[in-house]
């Protein structure tokens, strides 16, 4: 019963978990190409050679300053999110969010090989990975129904959830 319960919860967590792990990977490469384009490349190679010579509990602290100017941000965000400014809010966060990921992914590419050094990390990170491929494997069903019923011929939809479609279809196409 309470297992029933909670499986929602857990299809939320993995979504937002799912969410994170695709952002990371989708935000590395355009860290990378902003890299390769600004004069980041020597900066990174800077904070490479800087990071071989520190210890791993120091090379953790290079790995975890980079979020916290960020943190300011965040907060603004929520004033704005209290005070109703709720478009400047959302912009506020999303761009906090997006910068933030992008940093630590940057940051982490530079730093992995000391970070994995120390065995509770390299434990925390296994674990991780394997959070990752259990909540994308929770996940996969619900996707792989979801676009059936957008792909399919209409077999398993209700006929008033079509019309909203057909409707909703006809309205954009009137607009245009």
């Not at 940057?106 to 259990?134: N, P």
């Not at 059936?148 to 279809?169: H, K, N, P, V, Y």
């Amino acid at each position: 019963m309470l297992r029933r319960l909670l499986q929602p919860v857990w299809v939320l967590l993995a979504i937002v978990f799912l969410i994170e792990a695709w952002l990371w990977d989708h935000l590395e490469p355009i860290v990378a190409k902003v890299v390769a384009a600004v004069p980041l490349a020597r900066f990174k190679q800077w904070l490479t050679e800087r990071v071989d010579a520190l210890s791993p509990a120091m090379t953790l602290i290079v790995f975890a300053v980079p979020i916290i100017p960020l943190f300011p941000l965040k907060l603004v965000g929520l004033w704005l999110l209290a005070h109703e400014y709720w478009t400047s809010a959302v912009f506020t966060i999303v761009f906090a969010k997006l910068i933030g990921v992008g940093v630590t992914a940057f940051v982490f590419d530079v730093t992995r090989a000391k970070l994995l050094e120390m065995r509770w990390f390299e434990r925390i990170y296994g674990l991780v990975l394997k959070i990752r491929a259990k909540a994308a494997a929770l996940v996969d069903p619900i996707k792989r129904r979801i676009r059936e019923l957008i792909a399919g011929d209409g077999e398993g939809w209700s006929s008033r959830t079509l019309r909203m479609i057909q409707r909703f279809r006809k309205s954009v196409h009137q607009a245009r």
